[in-house]
Every structure is written in structure tokens, then in C-alpha cells.
């Protein structure tokens, strides 16, 4: 398994679009880099495994409340 996705691969995960996850990056939900001058952003699998943890979270404790 590879330890750094692209956006492609982490939007496909997430079932999102390629621009949704370049909005998580923007905002800093999720921690990426840019490779090289017009490369395109990597991403940690552990940021994603992080995020996905966050969301299961707020999700499991709204549903709790209910």
C-alpha cells in the first residue's frame, strides 16, 4: 500500500470530487504538499485516515444526541 496519494486517488476514496478534496486542503482539514513547480498536491495516507476519523466522530456524536 502506498503511504502518499494524489488528489485523484483521495477524491476516489472519499467518493468526492477532485475539487471537494482541494477545498479540505485550502482549509486545512486535510495536510498535503505540492510536488515540484506545477505539480499537484500529496497527500499522507495518515491525513486521511485522520480525516476519515474526525468525520466518523462528529457524525457518531450528532447521532448520539438524537
Known sequence: M???LITKEVAQ???VSEDYVRGLIRQK????YKEGRRGGFRIP???V???IKVKQHL???QNADD
Open 13 to 15: 476514496m472519499l467518493r
Open 59 to 61: 457524525y457518531e456524536k
Open 45 to 47: 495516507m495518515d491525513e
Open 49 to 51: 485516515d485522520n480525516y
Open 29 to 32: 482539514k486535510i495536510k498535503a
Open 2 to 4: 502506498r503511504n502518499i
